[in-house]
């Protein structure tokens, strides 16, 4: 099913990026592609219950992933595919009425994006952009030593925005650094909790080829 939408997405924006050509005969057309990128993210999930509260949180947690797109001026457009590495966190006995102690492993993996970019370029070589756009992601939870309901996994998607520079450090190979939330309290529904939310994001390098259309 999340390849099934992956691919639907695509093909839209496939449609999009030749839409946007037909619209700029007169600008410079650069599509690009991310041929290494990775990152250090944050990922979170919290569940609210009537008797007691579940955090799991874990910053720098690793990521890679691929990107394709398209850029003017001005403006650009991207798709995403991505993986991202898992979270957890031990609990004591009592916690959300586990009778245990016991573990959890979250992880936000595979997750593709759509996003659109306003940019600026100072010169040649360096530009800023900001990012706006989507990210649907499979997000799973993994216990373990407890017998509460709490395994569950749902494919959702988020708002995703980023800022970010890129160096042009070739004629076509530029670097990007970039900051970017791909979910902020996303509304889950997953594990019998009354209340959960996740989100994920952070600070990503990448290495691009581009190609003048």
Do not use: C
């Not at 890679?64 to 979270?87: M, T």
């Not at 936000?108 to 010169?123: C, E, V």
């Not at 925005?161 to 070739?170: F, M, N, Q, R, V």
Request: hydrophobic share 45%; proline share 3%; net charge neutral.
């Amino acid at each position: 099913m999340l390849l099934k939408k992956v691919l639907f997405l695509m093909a839209l924006f496939i449609a999009f990026f030749s839409a946007q050509t037909l619209h700029a005969q007169e600008q410079e057309i650069e599509v690009y592609y991310g041929a290494l990128g990775g990152g250090l993210y944050s990922v979170e999930y919290t569940e609210s219950r009537t008797n007691s509260n579940m955090t799991v949180k874990e910053k720098s947690v690793p990521a890679g992933l691929l990107k394709a797109g398209v850029d003017a001026q001005f403006w650009g457009a991207e798709v995403r595919l991505g993986l991202v590495g898992s979270a957890s966190k031990s609990f004591p006995v009592n916690t959300i009425g586990s009778a245990t102690p016991f573990s959890i492993d979250i992880q936000a993996s595979p997750f593709f994006s759509y996003l659109g970019k306003l940019q600026y370029p100072f010169n040649d070589k360096f530009k800023a952009y900001i990012l706006l756009g989507g990210t649907m992601a499979n997000f799973s939870i993994n216990p373990a030593g407890t017998t509460l309901l709490l395994k569950s996994s749902a494919v959702k998607t988020g708002f995703t925005y980023g800022l970010g520079a890129s160096y042009k450090a070739h004629q076509d190979f530029s670097i990007d650094m970039e900051w970017i939330q791909y979910w902020t309290n996303v509304a889950m529904a997953v594990s019998g909790a009354g209340t959960s939310k996740a989100s994920f994001g952070g600070f990503g390098l990448s290495v691009n080829k581009s190609f003048d259309f």
